[in-house]
C-alpha cells in the first residue's frame, strides 16, 4: 500500500529534493544507546528516580525523564554523562547510517548528539562543510539550507551544553516562542522534503513544530516522508492521520524481530531509494 507513495519519493530524491532526518535509531547500530536505556542507566543508582523514570519513558515522556534526572541528580552530572556516552570519537560505524553519504550529498538535519554522522561522512570523503549544532543553528546563513553539504543537529551536540535539548525545561526553550527549532525547521523545509529514519514519532516535539508550520504555511507546504514500522492493521490509519497533521506521510516496513529488522529494512529501502522509482 506504500508503493505509490515510494516511488513519488524516489522521483524526488533524484531531483535532489529530499532532506535526511536522521534520529537515535540509526546510531544503535554504532554502540550509542537510545533514549530510554540511557536514562535508565543514569538512574539505576536510586529507586525512587529510577521509578520515576521508567514511568515517564513507559509514557513516552522522555524530556520528563531527562528533567527528573537533571532535577534529582544534579544536572552538571546529566550534562557529564552525555559526554560520557555520546561524546565518542574512536568507534566503527555500522548499520544502514553508513548508506546515508551515498545517497544524500547535500546535508543532513538531526537531533542526535553524537558524530555518527560526521564520521560516516568523513570516511566517504564527502566531509561536512560546516555543522551547526545548537545555538549555533541561528548562525547559519539561509543558504545552507538549500545547496549546501552541512549538518544541523537542531538539539545540540554531546561536547557542549550550548542550545541542548533533552530535559522539559530545554525543550521550552528550543521550541517555544521565541525558539530557534521551528524557525530553523520552516527555513529547512522551504525546498525540500524531510525522510525521518530512525525516528519513532512517537511523542515527538519535533511533529508539534511541523504540526504549527503546516497551520502557517497551509496547502503551500512540501509532504514529507518517514520509513517507519508497520504498527499493525488496527494502529496503521489513526497514526497516518495523526503525522497527516504534520504533512508526514509514512512508508511502513514490518518487523517480527525488534534486534535485526529495522536495520535490514532499512538498508533495504535506501537501496531501493538510490535505484530510483520501483
Given at each position: 500500500g506504500?508503493?505509490?507513495?515510494?516511488?513519488?519519493?524516489?522521483e524526488?530524491?533524484k531531483?535532489?529534493?529530499?532532506?535526511?532526518?536522521?534520529?537515535?535509531?540509526?546510531?544503535?547500530?554504532?554502540?550509542?544507546?537510545?533514549?530510554?536505556?540511557?536514562?535508565?542507566?543514569?538512574?539505576q543508582?536510586?529507586p525512587?528516580v529510577?521509578?520515576?523514570?521508567?514511568?515517564?519513558?513507559?509514557?513516552?515522556?522522555?524530556?520528563?525523564?531527562?528533567?527528573?534526572i537533571?532535577?534529582?541528580?544534579?544536572?552538571?552530572?546529566?550534562?557529564?554523562?552525555?559526554?560520557?556516552?555520546?561524546?565518542?570519537?574512536?568507534?566503527?560505524?555500522?548499520?544502514?547510517?553508513r548508506?546515508?553519504?551515498?545517497?544524500?550529498?547535500?546535508?543532513?538535519?538531526?537531533?542526535?548528539?553524537?558524530?555518527?554522522?560526521e564520521?560516516?561522512?568523513?570516511?566517504?570523503?564527502?566531509?561536512?562543510?560546516?555543522?551547526?549544532?545548537?545555538?549555533?543553528?541561528i548562525?547559519?546563513?539561509?543558504?545552507?539550507?538549500?545547496?549546501?553539504?552541512?549538518?544541523?543537529k537542531?538539539?545540540?551536540?554531546a561536547?557542549?551544553?550550548?542550545?541542548?535539548?533533552?530535559?522539559?525545561?530545554?525543550?521550552?526553550?528550543?521550541?517555544?516562542?521565541?525558539?530557534?527549532?521551528?524557525?530553523?525547521?520552516?527555513?529547512?523545509?522551504?525546498?525540500?522534503?524531510?525522510?525521518?529514519?530512525?525516528?519513532?514519532?512517537?511523542?515527538?516535539?519535533?511533529?508539534?513544530?511541523?504540526?504549527?508550520?503546516?497551520?502557517i504555511?497551509?496547502?503551500?507546504?512540501?509532504?514529507?516522508?518517514?520509513?517507519?514500522?508497520?504498527?499493525g492493521?488496527?494502529?496503521?490509519?489513526?497514526?497516518?492521520?495523526?503525522?497527516?497533521?504534520?504533512?508526514?506521510?509514512?512508508?511502513?516496513?514490518?518487523?517480527?524481530?525488534?534486534?535485526?529488522?529495522?536495520?535490514?529494512?532499512?538498508?533495504?529501502l535506501?537501496?531501493?531509494?538510490?535505484?530510483?522509482?520501483l
Amino acid at each position: 500500500g506504500c508503493l505509490q507513495r515510494f516511488n513519488r519519493l524516489a522521483e524526488r530524491h533524484k531531483e535532489q529534493q529530499i532532506l535526511p532526518f536522521v534520529g537515535a535509531g540509526m546510531s544503535k547500530p554504532s554502540g550509542f544507546p537510545m533514549w530510554g536505556a540511557f536514562l535508565c542507566q543514569l538512574a539505576q543508582n536510586d529507586p525512587d528516580v529510577l521509578d520515576k523514570v521508567e514511568s515517564a519513558i513507559e509514557d513516552g515522556r522522555f524530556s520528563d525523564a531527562a528533567q527528573i534526572i537533571a532535577d534529582e541528580l544534579n544536572e552538571n552530572m546529566l550534562a557529564e554523562q552525555i559526554e560520557n556516552y555520546f561524546a565518542a570519537q574512536l568507534f566503527e560505524p555500522h548499520g544502514p547510517v553508513r548508506l546515508i553519504p551515498e545517497l544524500f550529498k547535500l546535508g543532513c538535519v538531526t537531533t542526535n548528539f553524537d558524530h555518527v554522522l560526521e564520521k560516516v561522512y568523513e570516511e566517504n570523503s564527502a566531509n561536512f562543510a560546516q555543522v551547526y549544532a545548537g545555538a549555533a543553528i541561528i548562525d547559519a546563513p539561509k543558504e545552507a539550507a538549500s545547496g549546501e553539504n552541512v549538518l544541523f543537529k537542531v538539539h545540540g551536540t554531546a561536547t557542549s551544553k550550548s542550545g541542548r535539548v533533552l530535559t522539559t525545561t530545554e525543550y521550552a526553550a528550543a521550541y517555544g516562542n521565541e525558539s530557534t527549532v521551528p524557525g530553523t525547521l520552516n527555513h529547512l523545509i522551504t525546498n525540500r522534503s524531510l525522510l525521518f529514519m530512525g525516528c519513532s514519532l512517537a511523542t515527538d516535539r519535533t511533529i508539534t513544530a511541523l504540526q504549527d508550520i503546516k497551520k502557517i504555511n497551509g496547502a503551500t507546504g512540501l509532504r514529507h516522508y518517514a520509513f517507519l514500522a508497520d504498527p499493525g492493521q488496527e494502529n496503521r490509519n489513526p497514526k497516518h492521520i495523526e503525522l497527516n497533521e504534520a504533512e508526514i506521510h509514512p512508508i511502513w516496513y514490518p518487523v517480527e524481530n525488534h534486534e535485526t529488522d529495522h536495520d535490514m529494512w532499512l538498508e533495504d529501502l535506501l537501496f531501493a531509494l538510490d535505484g530510483g522509482p520501483l
